[in-house]
């Protein structure tokens, strides 16, 4: 495979940002669907791919899984539907990089790992920096001196 056709689905910030807009920098990647139930987020996020004219749209999450020029699924969507869809995604066939949490109870992680078992494809479980102040806040905390001698 010389290239990952990949839907993108839950197009705000992290999707649009973190995901659409990075993956057209990155040899191998091809952006071939992206999927959101608000309208405006998808007419954004088409007009943010050079080739949005080849991108399918979809509203519906199940019309996005049944389209077949896409080997892969990257999830950006709210906490409480990522295990539940990631499952679905790998069911459906597809190839699955989800944001953190994987899922929000113990049912959905065994389902996502007996999807991934049972049909051989990859799940991926990616980390973001949505907690990102907390990091800038130790260091300013360092950089001021407030706790002492920093060993590593």
Not at 13 to 32: F, N
Not at 100 to 115: F, L, Q
């Amino acid at each position: 495979m010389d290239e990952v056709r990949i839907g993108i689905v839950g197009l705000g910030g992290r999707g649009l940002g973190a995901w659409v807009r990075l993956l057209q920098k990155i040899p191998g990647y091809r952006i071939t669907a992206v999927c959101d139930w608000i309208e405006p987020l998808r007419e954004r996020a088409l007009s943010s791919i050079s080739y949005g004219d080849d991108v399918k749209a979809f509203a519906q999450y199940e019309d996005f899984l049944g389209y077949d020029g896409m080997d892969a699924v990257g999830l950006a969507v709210r906490r409480l539907d990522q295990g539940a869809m990631a499952a679905q995604a790998l069911e459906a066939g597809k190839h699955v990089n989800s944001e953190v949490p994987a899922a929000a109870t113990m049912e959905e992680c065994w389902r996502i790992v007996t999807a991934a078992e049972r049909t051989g494809l990859v799940y991926s479980l990616a980390e973001q920096t949505r907690f990102w102040g907390l990091v800038d806040g130790w260091k300013k905390l360092v950089d001021d001196g407030l706790l002492g001698k920093i060993t590593y």
